[in-house]
């Protein structure tokens, strides 16, 4: 396992991206255009809301992004649910980043909620996750609660943020 850093670049991230991170078998991020940050900013596993551990991350906005053109056709917004998937892809990252083994799952969130829109005139995104727990069993399960941010405005919130991480046999 790469060394354990308090913030990561976008090639530290492609690092991940192609399992060397954490190990082949481990939690990888989704590569681009599916990769939702830029850079991850903070991460530590005793701070955020709950003193269990945060994330912090940012994406660059430009109007050439891949969704602005199909979604939707003369009223382009970023989907909601690639916002969603920027904050379970985090929560991933933190599990694999604390050293549990197994690849990456999302698995569910108890709410969420929309209050705006990113758009081509948006500049930057930013995401946050505060941990609320982590579980271990037959998986390790990580619960969090996050934001995200349009040009410093709070637009999507979620609750209950689960990714759970699960050991595949090769057959």
Not at 16 to 42: H, S, W, Y
Not at 65 to 91: E, I, N, R, Y
Request: hydrophobic residues 40%; aromatic residues 12%; positive net charge.
């Amino acid at each position: 396992m790469a060394q354990k850093k308090s913030s990561y670049t976008y090639e530290d991230l492609l690092s991940c991206v192609r399992g060397e991170m954490f190990g082949q078998g481990n939690a990888q991020l989704p590569g681009p255009p599916m990769l939702m940050f830029d850079r991850i900013t903070k991460i530590d596993e005793v701070s955020g809301k709950y003193c269990k551990g945060l994330v912090q991350a940012d994406f660059d906005i430009n109007p050439d992004l891949w969704f602005f053109s199909c979604h939707f056709l003369g009223d382009p917004v970023m989907p909601g649910c690639l916002g969603l998937d920027a904050l379970w892809q985090l929560t991933g990252f933190f599990l694999g980043w604390l050293g549990f083994p197994g690849r990456g799952r999302a698995i569910s969130t108890g709410s969420i909620k929309f209050s705006g829109m990113v758009t081509p005139k948006t500049k930057l995104i930013q995401y946050g996750i505060d941990f609320k727990r982590i579980l271990r069993g037959r998986l390790t399960l990580g619960i969090a609660d996050g934001w995200m941010k349009a040009d410093g405005d709070i637009i999507y919130t979620a609750s209950d943020l689960r990714v759970g991480l699960f050991c595949f046999q090769k057959n």
